[in-house]
């Protein structure tokens, strides 16, 4: 995924400004060399590259599994990763697509109550 320069809401930091080239990014392959930056890229950009590796098969899911509910949830697949020890991330972020038989769950009428099922 390309991504412009001029369409940031705030210029990378200088390590980040010289990967740009004619003020343009692949940020995917910038990641991929360079570390993830998807908490800096959601918050100064419009720009769903979450969706997009997922789109494109290449999404890191053992890696980032946690953060793809909390950026990216149209896209998010709950069955990529065992949520054994994570669930609370989904009742989180993701509580309107919650899967209780899957997430190991029990949930009262208050979206702020939710516990473990023992």
């Given at each position: 995924m390309v991504i412009k320069l001029k369409e940031l809401?705030?210029?990378?930091?200088?390590?980040?400004?010289?990967?740009?080239?004619?003020?343009?990014l692949d940020a995917h392959k910038a990641f991929e060399e360079h570390?993830?930056?998807?908490?800096?890229?959601?918050?100064?950009?419009d720009?769903?590259?979450?969706a997009w590796e997922i789109e494109n098969d290449c999404f890191n899911w053992e890696a980032f599994y946690l953060i793809a509910p909390c950026f990216c949830k149209e896209s998010f697949k709950h069955n990529k990763s065992n949520w054994k020890d994570f669930s609370w991330k989904i009742a989180e972020y993701y509580s309107e697509r919650f899967d209780r038989n899957t997430h190991n769950w029990k949930k009262d009428y208050s979206l702020n109550n939710i516990e473990y099922d023992n």
């Open positions: 809401r705030i210029t990378p930091c200088k390590e980040w400004l010289v990967l740009f080239e004619n003020g343009k570390g993830e930056q998807y908490g800096w890229l959601y918050a100064y950009s720009y769903d590259l979450i």
